[in-house]
């Protein structure tokens, strides 16, 4: 029954395992190109149906899309969790359909939550496991096919890059190393296959995508790792919809009303403060 879905979970972990502009862990979008950014989902398939009518793939050509973090609600997200577990992973379907349908153009970059969700690493909020309540989801909505789905899934996640770079130098990452951590950071990640060590607390990936006390330390080292002139990044939530961390770091979010999108045409890119005049609230956005 549910064979349509395994099948377009598949198609787009191959898509984005094998893009031609992926290169290691970062996806290098083309010159010319322009692009459509967006912060932390959790969730809001309502804010993904404004970033679709934005980003409008089948008219724009050269346009691409960056998302990140799309499960997991947040009490602030606009669609309310299932009454059994959460709903989220209809937002990761979406996705990975539109991954599908646009395999060199629709770039996914991996998240906290999507890490802990298919590594195990649990969540707990309020005493109770994020994890367990999407996999709850996922069972009440597939029933006997949910096993597989989650696999799919799952394989789809570890799939995922770690940063899209333009060609102008804006990298796309979803959080940083913690200031602490940065001397010690393992810059091979962004080159090599990611690990099952990699994803541990110990590991790269866990400490790029976990970092919440982001300072001029990691700033300077992702970007120089990165060869970018600026980084936008999600993970830390932003009830405004943004802030600017520095002249060269912008955080965007997109899972609740306040949520922004961040249109970046071609071109050198200019200060974070001018980047975040661009900014367009979803919640404006008609679907």
């Known amino acids: 029954m549910f064979e349509p879905i395994i099948a377009a979970y598949r198609q787009a972990a191959d898509a984005a395992r094998h893009c031609p502009l992926r290169r290691g862990q970062v996806v290098h979008t083309p010159p010319g190109a322009d692009l459509l950014i967006a912060g932390d989902l959790h969730g809001n398939g309502q804010n993904l149906l404004r970033i679709e009518r934005l980003a409008d793939l089948d008219r724009y050509p050269e346009r691409h899309v960056v998302l990140q973090e799309l499960i997991h609600p947040t009490s602030d997200a606009s ?7 959460d709903d ?6 979406r996705v990975a359909r539109w991954q599908a349908r646009h395999p060199q153009r629709v ?3 991996l998240g906290n939550h999507e890490l802990a969700q298919m590594t195990g690493q649990d969540i707990l909020k309020d ?11 996922v069972a009440a909505h597939y029933g006997g096919e949910a096993a597989e789905v989650l696999d799919a899934m799952y394989d789809y996640c570890r799939a995922l890059p770690l940063a899209v770079r333009s060609a102008d130098g804006v990298a796309v990452v979803h959080s940083l190393p913690a200031d602490r951590l940065a001397p010690r950071f393992d810059a091979t990640i962004f080159v090599r296959e990611q ?7 110990s590991g790269p990936v866990y400490q790029l995508v976990w970092g919440r006390t982001v300072g001029r330390a990691a700033i300077d080292l992702i970007r ?11 993970h830390q939530p932003q009830p405004t919809g943004f802030r600017v961390l520095d002249h060269d770091a912008l955080i965007i979010a997109s899972e609740h009303r306040q949520g922004v999108a961040l249109p970046l045409p071609p071109g050198p890119p200019p200060s974070a403060d001018d980047l975040a005049e661009r900014l367009i609230r979803l919640g404006e956005v008609a679907f």
């Open 107 to 109: 770039h996914v970059i």
């Open 224 to 234: 120089q790792i990165l060869d970018a002139k600026l980084l936008v990044l999600g």
């Open 79 to 85: 669609d309310p969790p299932a009454a059994a577990g």
């Open 195 to 201: 690990t099952d060590a990699d994803r541990l607390r």
């Open 88 to 93: 989220s992973h209809h937002v990761l379907t």
């Open 127 to 137: 005493g109770a496991s994020i994890c367990r309540a999407f996999a709850d989801g």
